[in-house]
T-cell receptor, first 115, second 114 residues
Framework: QQQVKQSPQSLIVQKGGISIINCAYE??????FPWYQQFPGKGPALLIA?????SEKKEGRFTISFNKSAKQFSLHIMDSQPGDSATYFC??????????????FGQGTELSVKP | KAGVTQTPRYLIKTRGQQVTLSCSPI?????VSWYQQTPGQGLQFLFE???????NKGNFPGRFSGRQFSNSRSEMNVSTLELGDSALYLC?????????????FGSGTQLSVL
């Protein structure tokens, strides 16, 4: 119930294309869904996050789509650039208080954007 | 503001030894979390500290322990190292006044156990 399943494991996209990464969860108590971006040799960096009360959130070229009934959420990267080549992780957590700092991560997607 | 600082960057140990990793959070952040990252298991939560108290713990054996000091700096310790402990250990800090969940990660300590 604590798992977050992420797909695909790897993704190759042409420059200018749309990258789509999907995640699914089981625990309906999750109420915070962030996406992190990680470059080699660096720690993950928060990209964008959403809560279940909205179905979509957009920040620049990055959009999260959230489907509460299906317990799925996805990251869309529009106009993908070679600089977007990195590993992307979805995650989920259960609110504030005692669950502070605890994120359940998906397995990651290695994105490669070809010039 | 300086980011999360982890030391050392790389560490090589042998089985049976113990190791201590250090983390300095972003100034003003009082919550520090630790994660283990491996190719097989991905990112797994170890524990979280706030105001020198462990608030949350993941499913790791008791060989993994941590502490937080009054200045919010944190250390984690792994005793009786096993080959499977080889991993990237990441520290993250957050400001509960903003959001407990918005984590800022350091670059990690790469631990190799031989």
């Amino acid at each position: 119930q604590q798992q977050v399943k992420q797909s695909p494991q790897s993704l190759i996209v042409q420059k200018g294309g749309i990258s789509i990464i999907n995640c699914a969860y089981e625990n309906t108590a999750f109420d915070y869904f962030p996406w992190y971006q990680q470059f080699p040799g660096k720690g993950p960096a928060l990209l964008i996050a959403i809560r279940p009360d909205v179905s979509e959130k957009k920040e620049g070229r990055f959009t999260i789509s959230f489907n509460k009934s299906a317990k799925q959420f996805s990251l869309h990267i529009m106009d993908s650039q070679p600089g977007d080549s990195a590993t992307y992780f979805c995650a989920a957590s259960i609110g504030e208080g005692n669950q502070g700092g605890k994120l359940i991560f998906g397995q990651g997607t290695e994105l490669s954007v070809k010039p | 503001k300086a980011g999360v600082t982890q030391t050392p960057r790389y560490l090589i140990k042998t089985r049976g030894q113990q190791v201590t990793l250090s983390c300095s959070p972003i100034s003003g952040h009082r919550s520090v979390s630790w994660y283990q990252q491996t190719p097989g298991q991905g990112l797994q939560f170890l524990f979280e500290y706030f105001s020198e108290t462990q608030r949350n713990k993941g499913n790791f054996p008791g060989r993994f322990s941590g502490r937080q000091f009054s200045n919010s700096r944190s250390e984690m310790n792994v005793s009786t190292l096993e080959l499977g402990d080889s991993a990237l250990y990441l520290c993250a800090s957050s400001d509960p006044r903003d959001s407990n969940e918005k984590l800022f990660f350091g670059s990690g300590t790469q631990l190799s156990v031989l």
